[in-house]
């Protein structure tokens, strides 16, 4: 599909093992925005095909489709429906406590995932010859570093409540989630993180994270 959809759908591209398609489910849940799913497999280099590159050039996903936009990269995509769709709040009202918030997802989606997603994994396994054990030293090591910042900098501190950044939901917990999701299908051992376990597991009990987890997916497997 190359353009916007002529019934007016937002239209999220995506996977549902890709940690950032993950991302703008959960927060297009939040928002209350529906969404029509356009999956493409990423193992069979779906979104490599001449059709999605005509939507997204990069072939990656997630894209969004709405207001007549092809949207693409999930933290702008997320920014762009704080902006349209203000509440629910992802980000705090205070210059601070938005800064706080946004350097806790990137450690997640500027640090940990870029040097462990797909695309990474499969040049160790392919053209670098990496073994799976090899393989997953490498996704575990990355993601322990970033949790033990992660970890160090929401532990105690006076901003973090319920969620990381208060009592409700925001930007670093969309993003930390799925990548706790992650660290489980590779299993890494969370238990020097127990700041992090206590927001997921409360999370994943609020519907609008349940609904956008990749079991739930429509093309999971």
């Not at 799976?132 to 033990?148: D, M, S």
Request: aromatic residues 8%; glycine residues 6%; proline residues 7%.
């Amino acid at each position: 599909m190359s353009g916007p959809d002529t019934n007016g759908r937002v239209l999220l591209h995506g996977y549902f093992r890709s940690s950032a398609s993950f991302r703008v489910r959960i927060a297009l849940n939040l928002k209350g925005v529906a969404f029509t799913q356009v999956n493409h497999h990423l193992r069979k280099n779906e979104q490599r095909s001449e059709s999605y590159l005509g939507v997204n050039p990069q072939g990656l996903v997630p894209t969004l489709e709405m207001d007549g936009l092809k949207l693409g990269q999930s933290l702008a995509i997320i920014e762009y429906l704080e902006d349209v769709q203000p509440l629910p709040a992802l980000l705090p009202e205070d210059a601070a406590g938005r800064a706080r918030v946004r350097a806790l997802a990137n450690i997640v989606a500027s640090d940990i995932h870029p040097i462990d997603n797909l695309r990474v994994l499969r040049y160790l396994r392919e053209s670098m010859g990496q073994n799976e054990e090899a393989v997953q030293r490498w996704y575990n090591h990355w993601i322990a570093e970033g949790f033990a910042a992660f970890e160090t900098l929401i532990a105690g501190a006076p901003e973090t409540g319920t969620f990381c950044h208060g009592d409700a939901p925001g930007l670093a917990d969309v993003c930390l989630i799925p990548q706790v999701v992650n660290s489980q299908n590779f299993k890494l051992d969370l238990s020097p993180y127990p700041t992090i376990r206590r927001i997921y597991d409360t999370a994943v009990k609020l519907p609008a994270f349940e609904r956008a987890m990749p079991m739930n997916q429509p093309d999971a497997e």
